[in-house]
């Protein structure tokens, strides 16, 4: 059973991380003048819709958790709404959040709400993929002995990774003077980055 | 009974003497630092003198016997010197002429000076621009002292702009009064300062209101032409302000410095008018300004000033070349020096304006070569005589160089009497001579650069390494000084340091160097580290773990090192300002995070979940989870809205300072100017009512102490002082002018009198720090048993637990004795009230107290940030406190 998961894990994760390999080159192909630095909004829009598809088509086929016993139409759909609006509102508390340290009130508001959904695409959604609309199960989560299963334990890291890794993108900010936002990006490798490492381990501790 | 107070007074001794020499070893470490860091340049008072010329050789056309000649015989009998602060080279610069086709350049401070470009144009023979460097700093009072003495003025004189001293150094002004010319001067008050009684006529006008565009400007020109048309002066002087303080007040891109300067054009314009024949023009700008209009600094912008010169007779043989030469900006001393006659200030390393000395009428080659060459030769003796004598009184030029630029004088003043001796000399042979003279000057300048400009790496970095020592040594100290055996540590390292001094001095001594105090301090002190860490290293041993060391919790250390580390990447410190809240906010998330983490955060219910099984030891909430949620949020913004009152660090480009850090006086709207200042007191008077009420929910303010009192009475008064002088110094502008004068006093006392009381409230503070209500009554037989005293850092949760009851035993014992000692008759009870906030209580006073005079120094709305600064350590603490399972009280962090 245990070993089972870790391989499907570990497969999941490689889908994850060729995902938004897809979306780095798969747009070259259709959009003209696609490139990571230039058109840096675009592509953080694929790349957030591209995550996020993958990771609700692993959740549908790989279905971690065992299914409720409710299965009615009425139940889904106010479930799917509660996802919705949980990310939504998980947009909006990083874009505070991201005000709050600093980024500026009104000039780019555009890229610092699309880095606010990036991260939460890298970090709500497999929440909400794996545990529900169920703030307590997420706090619990996040806690110390509070993971009890091994995918709760790579849930958690992959998140804690994230977060680190979108802290440490902050660092080169100040060396760039010239174009400050592309940072965005930089952010975004930084976190991918970390997020790897991150998931190798947490799949191999297992 | 005996025994006691003996051990009690030998602990109290060492600790003094621990003491002082903590505080030795800190002064022996910055004392090195300093002196390599602050650069050094020693002032000479020789004075030249006109019956005294600088070296061997006959003076030019034995000038010396006639009258109102000394080195050389004077071209002008009389001056007439504009200092027009902050005059930049481009406000000067002569535009050209655009095509039809090309639009005109519509800056406003170019091309105001249309008389110069005029003059330049129709007059080219008596006539010329220069631009002219200044040197580092560009502060005005660096740069008059520059352009009288003609020498470098280092940064250790920088310190020194607002409170200025005479010059002591030989200097043109002095030079001219020993002439027994009459020197008239009116415009800055900085000259009043350094040339005290110089001038046989003066008008000075208060440099100190750089808002003040127009008082000096306007004073200057009230006088200056009836002076100039009395005729009772020889130099005249006139030192405009305006466009300097156009430039801090609205900088080089504002229609206001085209107004300013198009006055400046019309005064150089009736200066040009009413010029007799022996008298030279000299319209010179002390140093530039950036783009913002700010100077002081090195950039280009800041260096390049305008210098003009004009004569109503022919001065240069040549026409002006297409583009200004540049001129060091002291060249302009020993040139107006000979010209005017007079010997060349003593302390002069200006090289002169060969072109000036060629005889403009007379069109013989050589003889115009040959006047050059005596003037650049008389010069470079000055200077030499000047090299000779500072060599001989400081050690700190390269001796190497010094001794190339002597042999090159040597020869080329060879050369020169060569040329003499056989007037008939080629002109070839004149042209070189020049060239070496040159040369030996412009050696001469960029020795004196290079070696009053050098920082000695090795003592900063051993003063660096002596202070982070002295650092660590104090944590070491903190956490051991409640251990037993420590005191003995303390006598050997003063006896070591004692016994290294010696031996260090009888070292220097027996191999003949020179003693330097400040090394012999860094020696003491490194010897009597050294010891005590070695000591300290060999008595660690196993049993206690490095983490003991570090009194502050782990993730406030972490945000502390990367914060350290920023100051050593020059773009984390230019991106400081958002840094550093970054990290501060980083931290508290990470704290609340952790808090979570550690399940303290929320009540457990929340978490428990059936299947869970918590660890025992996760310990009970302290505080409401929402409690501590609400501190980080508050932080988050009050960090934010503090990012508001930004202020550029200088020479920061692409940075804007908030606009809000302006005095409320240069406002104009008249309605937001009276919300602002609301907002100010409300500011202020929110800070008294929140130190009160924490002072008062700590119940320190029941105490019948003289602080606590002064707390209650004081602090009010104090900020109705700070508020009326606010209301004064922003609205003085339209008081009635039978009040200017009220007004100006009020102003003036206001300050001093909140700063006097901030003053008094200190010294109240340090006499009687202990703000706690004391109540000894005799009579009642004591009951409590007494607890051992408190003693080091708590250790088991037990421990934690009672620390206040504990703390409050041990002062209750010390309270006791101090009590049996005075009167022994009969057992007491003590109690003793708000214990808990003993330090904490002084601490807040006394930041309060030093706040207010810090406030009176800034803007007004600083007061708003002041607040938030309040708040934001209130509110850290507390996050911290409910991180940490208990915190002892006056633990203060430092807001960076």
Not at chain 1, 39 to 61: D, E, G, K, Q
Not at chain 1, 184 to 200: L, Q, T
Not at chain 2, 633 to 647: D, Q, S
Not at chain 2, 858 to 878: G, K, M
């Amino acid at each position: 059973m245990k070993d089972t998961d870790i391989k499907r894990l570990l497969y999941t994760h490689l889908l994850c991380i060729f995902s938004i390999i897809l979306s780095i080159c798969i747009p070259s192909f259709f959009l003209e003048n696609f490139s990571i630095l230039e058109t840096h909004l675009t592509w953080l829009c694929i790349c957030s819709v591209f995550v996020t598809a993958v990771n609700l088509v692993l959740y549908l086929i790989v279905k971690p958790n065992a299914s409720s016993k409710r299965s009615s139409i009425s139940y889904k759909v106010t479930r799917f709404l509660k996802c919705c609006i949980y990310f939504l509102m998980s947009c909006f508390f990083f874009h505070v959040i991201f005000v709050l340290y600093g980024a500026p009130l009104i000039e780019l508001v555009l890229e610092t709400f699309l880095f606010a959904v990036i991260l939460s695409t890298f970090t709500t959604v497999p929440c909400l993929c794996l545990l529900g609309p169920n703030i307590k199960a997420w706090l619990r989560v996040f806690s110390r002995n509070g993971v009890t299963s091994i995918w709760e334990n790579s849930l958690q890291i992959t998140t804690i990774s994230s977060f680190i890794g979108t802290w440490l993108g902050a660092f080169p900010i100040p060396l760039d003077w010239e174009r400050p936002w592309q940072m965005a990006i930089e952010r975004k490798k930084m976190c991918r980055s970390f997020c790897v490492p991150g998931m190798v381990l947490g799949t191999v501790t297992q | 009974m005996n025994s006691l107070p003996a051990t009690s007074r030998m602990q109290k001794i060492s600790v003094l003497l621990f003491l002082a020499w903590v505080s030795f070893l800190f002064y022996a470490g910055i004392a090195l630092f300093t002196s390599g860091f602050l650069l050094t340049r020693l002032e000479l008072t020789n004075h030249s003198s006109c019956h005294e010329p600088p070296g061997p050789g006959s003076l030019p056309w034995g000038s010396q016997g006639k009258p109102g000649a000394c080195w050389m015989a004077s071209r002008f009998s009389r001056l007439v010197l504009v200092l027009v602060d902050a005059l930049r080279f481009d406000f000067a610069q002569p535009q050209p002429s655009h095509g039809p086709g090309e639009p005109p350049v519509s800056l406003p401070f170019l091309g105001k000076l249309n008389s110069l470009q005029r003059i330049l144009e129709i007059q080219p023979h008596h006539a010329r621009l220069y631009q002219s460097k200044a040197d580092p700093p560009t502060t005005t009072m660096q740069r008059l002292k520059a352009l009288t003495t003609g020498s470098l003025p280092t940064f250790i004189d920088a310190g020194s702009n607002f409170a200025s001293y005479a010059i002591v150094e030989d200097n043109l002004i002095k030079q001219l009064t020993n002439a027994g010319r009459h020197v008239v001067f009116m415009g800055d008050d900085t000259w009043k300062d350094l040339f005290p009684g110089a001038f046989s006529q003066a008008f000075f006008f208060p440099s100190f209101n750089v808002r003040d565009l127009h008082t000096v400007d306007n004073g200057i020109l009230e006088h200056l032409y009836p002076t100039m048309d009395g005729g009772e002066w020889d130099v005249l002087i006139a030192h405009f302000l305006g466009v300097d303080h156009c430039g801090h007040k609205y900088g080089p891109h504002h229609p206001e410095m085209a107004k300013k300067l198009s006055q400046m054009d019309q005064v150089i314009q009736g200066l040009v008018e009413r010029l007799e024949n022996d008298t030279l023009l000299v319209v010179i700008g002390d140093h530039g300004m950036t783009i913002t209009g700010d100077h002081g600094g090195d950039s280009d912008l800041e260096i390049s000033a305008a210098l003009f010169l004009y004569s109503p007779k022919a001065l240069f043989p040549r026409v002006p070349p297409k583009e200004p030469e540049i001129v060091p900006q002291i060249s302009l001393v020993p040139t107006l020096a000979l010209l005017l006659g007079l010997p060349i200030p003593f302390g002069n390393i200006g090289e002169v304006m060969a072109e000036l000395f060629a005889e403009a009428e007379d069109s013989q080659p050589h003889s115009s070569a040959l006047a050059q060459a005596s003037a650049l030769h008389l010069n470079a003796q000055q200077v030499s005589r000047f090299l000779h004598t500072y060599s001989a009184a400081a050690q700190n030029l390269q001796v190497k160089e010094l001794h190339q630029l002597q042999n090159l004088f040597s020869k080329a003043s060879a050369d020169y009497q060569r040329l003499l001796q056989s007037p008939q000399g080629a002109e070839a042979a004149l042209q070189t001579v020049i060239t070496e003279l040159q040369q030996f000057l412009r050696g001469v300048r960029a020795m004196c650069i290079e070696s009053w400009a050098r920082f000695s790496l090795g003592r900063m970095a051993g003063g660096a390494a002596l202070l982070a020592a002295a650092c660590f040594l104090c944590l070491l100290v903190s956490q051991w000084a409640t251990y037993p055996g420590f005191h003995p540590l303390l006598l050997t390292p003063m006896a070591c340091g004692l016994a290294s001094t010696i031996v260090c001095a009888g070292l220097l001594a027996t191999t003949g160097l020179k003693l330097d105090p400040v090394v012999l301090g860094a020696m003491a002190a490194v010897g009597s580290l050294l010891p005590f860490l070695w000591k300290a290293w060999a008595g660690w041993g196993s049993k206690r773990p490095l983490a003991a060391l570090f009194p502050i919790p782990g993730p406030v250390l972490l945000f502390l090192l990367i914060r350290f580390a920023a100051f050593f990447s020059d773009s984390f410190v230019v991106a400081e300002a958002r840094a550093t809240p970054f990290l501060l906010g980083s931290l508290i998330l990470l704290l609340v995070a952790q808090l979570h983490w550690e399940g303290k955060l929320l009540p457990p219910k929340l978490l428990t979940i059936p299947r869970l099984c918590f660890s025992a030891s996760a310990g009970q909430p302290r505080h409401s989870g929402t409690h501590a949620l609400g501190l980080g949020v508050g932080l988050l913004l009050c960090i934010r809205l503090a990012g508001l009152f930004h202020r550029c660090p200088e020479e920061t480009p692409a940075c804007h300072s908030s606009p809000w850090l302006s005095p409320l006086a240069s406002m104009v709207g008249g309605r937001a100017k009276n919300l602002w200042y609301g907002a100010c007191v409300g500011a202020l008077v929110a800070l008294l009512a929140a130190v009160r009420l924490w002072l008062c929910r700590y119940s320190n303010l029941k105490s019948p102490e003289p602080s606590v009192l002064f707390v209650r009475w004081g602090l009010p008064l104090m900020v109705l002082g700070t508020a009326a002088y606010w209301a004064l110094a922003s609205g003085a502008d339209e008081a009635p002018p039978r009040l200017r004068a009220l007004v100006a006093g009020a102003s003036v006392v206001l300050p001093r009198a909140v700063a006097g009381l901030a003053a008094s409230g200190l010294m109240l503070l340090l006499w009687r720090p202990v703000t706690v209500l004391v109540k000894a009554t005799t009579g009642t037989p004591r009951t409590r048993t007494v607890l051992t005293p408190f003693s080091g850092p708590p250790t088991s949760q037990a421990d934690l637990d009672y620390v206040v009851p504990q703390i409050y035993r041990h002062m209750q014992e010390e309270f006791r004795g101090r009590l049996e000692r005075t009167k022994s008759q009969g057992p007491l009870t003590v109690a003793a009230y708000q214990l808990g906030s003993v330090y904490s209580a002084a601490m807040v006073t006394a930041l309060t107290l030093l706040a207010f005079p810090l406030l009176l120094l800034h803007a007004e709305r600083i007061s708003l940030v002041f607040l938030l600064l309040f708040l934001q350590s209130f509110l850290l603490l507390h996050l911290l406190a409910a991180g940490i399972p208990i915190t002892t009280p006056g633990k203060y962090i430092s807001q960076p």
